[in-house]
């Protein structure tokens, strides 16, 4: 089970750390990615990592302000999001692929496997 937290209201310009943490042991997943779904858009691809080796993947259009990461010993992964925009708002959610696709298919959600409650990212102007 995943569970993803760190979600609020902040104002354009700031920071927030988004967790997600697998609940029942350690993470048995090929890769961990997050997406996001603003208010009547379609959920989109934010950045992914890979388990095993560490390799993240970012959406192109987040490059420079989002980074993400894991920490084993904590079986958690965060998502660093910086310079945050009105735009960013959304419901944020992780989810975990099993087996591992291949890195071009991280920025789909077919590959993933279970899915977390998703937190809410609110950014004030």
């Known amino acids: 089970q995943l569970q993803a937290s760190g979600g609020g209201l902040v104002q354009a310009g700031g920071s927030l750390r988004l967790s997600c943490t697998a609940s029942g042991g350690p993470f048995s997943s090929a890769a961990l990615g997050w997406f996001r779904q603003a208010p009547g858009k379609e959920r989109e691809f934010v950045a992914a990592?890979?388990?095993?080796?560490?390799?993240?993947y970012l959406a192109d259009s987040l490059k420079g302000r989002f980074t993400i990461s894991r920490d084993n010993a904590k079986n958690t992964v965060y998502l660093q999001m910086n310079s945050l925009k009105p735009e960013d708002t959304a419901v944020y959610y992780c989810?975990?692929?099993?087996?591992?696709?291949?890195?071009?298919?991280?920025?789909?959600?077919?590959?993933?496997?279970?899915w977390g409650q998703g937190t809410l990212v609110t950014v004030s102007s």
């Open positions: 990592i890979r388990w095993s080796d560490g390799s993240t």
């Open positions: 989810a975990a692929e099993s087996d591992y696709s291949g890195s071009y298919f991280l920025q789909f959600s077919e590959p993933y496997d279970y």
